[in-house]
């Protein structure tokens, strides 16, 4: 049986690096992402000029152009409208509350958010997911770079 998913888009609020915001990009591309929301201070394709921020685009190799994204300065605002949407909210973090994400089937609209590196998904945002699914870590590192995660987290999501 193929499951197709309706839409998916993704939330990146807080991720510091435009290296790891262009490779999300890119996996975005890879995954048939429709939309890209950046929340707080990630980095955006262009800055507020209109310059293009040129480590997003080494690591994006143009998918920065082809994927559409949204500017936000807080993340509730976003997940209030994709709730409205009917779009399930999943969050990528290690929490008590979390399950393994080779656990999540979702075949209608969803919204996957990364969380920064060393903070994490706050409280606040992960009350507001519908799930928290983690990537088990068997080693001694108990996280991965976030565009790995991103990449390992929406293959395995979206393409069944």
């Known amino acids: 049986?193929?499951?197709?998913?309706?839409?998916?888009?993704?939330?990146?609020?807080?991720?510091?690096?435009?290296?790891?915001?262009?490779?999300?990009?890119r996996t975005a591309d890879a995954v048939g992402i429709s939309k890209i929301y950046l929340v707080g201070c990630t980095p955006r394709p262009n800055d507020q000029f209109g310059r293009i921020q040129k480590d997003i685009a080494k690591s994006a190799l143009g998918a920065e152009k082809y994927i559409k994204w949204e500017y936000q300065k807080t993340i509730t605002p976003v997940l209030n409208t994709l709730k409205k949407d009917g779009y399930i909210i999943v969050a990528i973090e290690q929490d008590k509350k979390a399950i393994d994400y080779k656990k999540i089937k979702i075949i209608n609209k969803v919204a996957v958010i990364m969380g920064p590196e060393v903070t994490g998904l706050s409280k606040k945002i992960l009350d507001k997911c519908d799930l928290i699914a983690e990537i088990p870590m068997e080693g001694k590192k108990e996280s991965l770079n976030v565009s790995v995660a991103c990449g390992i987290a929406l293959f395995r999501i979206l393409k069944k």
Do not use: C, E
Request: glycine share 4%; net charge positive; hydrophobic share 60%.
């Open 1 to 25: 049986m193929i499951k197709t998913i309706q839409q998916a888009v993704l939330i990146l609020p807080d991720i510091r690096s435009a290296l790891n915001v262009g490779a999300i990009f």
